[in-house]
């Protein structure tokens, strides 16, 4: 599983990227619910049961507990942001049942695309763990350790992939997050820095993770298309130099289908460049601020350069495909004008033969 920073090739880091401020300042922060404590599946809840059951320990306790509780911050409460893409999508419904089989009741949050939970409950308005289940198998964590992140994922998101990614294409993005009095909110260096009143606003958090596993999901697709790219770059190599592939028409077949398989999921699913339905009911702030994040992450112009990719090899694939039906043509003209040949000569023979040229002559 790799670890890369967010975002395609070329994209500054240190680029400043100002978000938009919360009109009232008096915004309320999130009710908080209580705090976490995760129940011992019954026998009754059948397979999701032994599921959840399997994270428990002896004694009854919960592995959860054995981590620790708190987050090392200092007076500005930082923390980590790690993004996890180990699927091509989770089953939402087993995916459900089981968060509210392992979590108590008002910990666990559904939204049109995503779920989330409270992991851990801030204190004294400070940042706790926060945890989002992308549908499109994306994992998101707010404020954890790495052992927490991975008892997550390996957990409780493994028990519900549909279509687990590979190990290469699997991706893991990490940023940062500052919650400090700093007027002006902004990104930059891989690190969101936020007003401290925000620091248990999970809301806030979502629109800001949104961009953050669309960035993620985008990361895997890149990936896919450098390794087509690889797969196929000594093709047009080895036509330039000697007028052939060496490639099956069923082979150049099979690469078009995987290029518009991954062009499509990429235009047309919406996972990566739709703007998420939980801004259709969201304050117009929250959107502003996904809008901010995906211009740092420079959505856009990795979407249209992983376009122009897949414009490339689109047109290499089906100049080869043209290449191979004008030989099996060419071979076939050529066929035919032999079989033509071959009967020109047959029948040459045969009208000798009528006059007595040719043939067993009469005693």
């Known amino acids: 599983m790799g670890v890369s920073a967010l975002g395609g090739p070329g994209r500054q880091r240190d680029k400043f990227v100002a978000l938009p401020e919360e009109e009232d300042d008096s ?12 129940p011992i599946p019954s026998p009754e809840d059948g397979e999701l049961g032994a599921l959840a059951g399997s994270l428990s320990v002896s004694g009854g306790h919960r592995l959860f507990e ?11 409460w930082r923390g980590r942001i790690t993004f996890y893409c180990v699927a091509e999508s989770f089953d939402r419904k087993k995916l459900e049942e089981l968060l509210k089989l392992t979590y108590p009741p008002g910990t666990v949050r559904s939204f049109p695309d995503v779920f989330y939970v409270e992991y851990i409950k801030g204190a004294d308005g400070r940042p706790g763990g926060d945890v989002f289940f992308f549908d499109y198998g994306v994992v ?15 957990g409780i998101a493994t028990q519900c992939m549909e279509t687990p990614l590979p190990e290469q294409w699997t991706e893991v993005d990490e940023f940062q997050f500052c919650f400090g009095h700093e007027k002006q909110q902004h990104v930059q260096n891989d690190t969101v820095t936020l007003h401290r009143r925000y620091a248990q606003d999970y809301k806030m958090k979502l629109a800001i993770s949104y961009a953050l596993a669309q960035s ?22 080895a ?3 000697h007028g052939e592939v060496a490639i099956s028409g069923l082979d150049i077949a099979k690469l078009i289908g995987k290029v518009f398989l991954q062009k499509s999921a990429v235009n047309l699913l919406g996972s990566v460049l739709g703007t ?9 702030s929250f959107q502003a601020l996904y809008t901010r994040v995906t211009e740092y992450l420079e959505l856009d112009s990795r979407v249209e350069l992983l376009n122009s990719r897949f414009a490339v090899l689109q047109e290499m694939l089906d100049m080869l495909r043209d290449h191979q039906n004008n030989y099996h043509s060419v071979r076939l003209e050529w066929i035919v004008i032999w079989l033509i040949v071959v009967e020109v000569v047959v029948g040459l023979f045969e009208l000798l033969g009528l006059f007595g040229v040719v043939g067993k002559q009469p005693e």
């Open 27 to 38: 915004l309320p922060l999130v009710e908080e619910p209580a705090e976490p404590v995760l």
């Open 140 to 154: 998101a964590t707010w404020g954890m350790t790495k052992a927490q992140e991975m008892t997550i994922v390996r």
């Open 239 to 241: 036509l330039a130099e």
């Open 66 to 76: 054995d981590l620790p509780r708190d987050i090392a911050m200092d007076s500005a």
């Open 216 to 237: 993620t999901k985008l990361s895997v697709y890149e990936k896919r298309v450098t390794d087509i790219v690889l797969e196929t770059k000594n093709l047009p190599e």
């Open 276 to 284: 998420p339905e939980f801004f259709w009911h969201a304050p117009d």
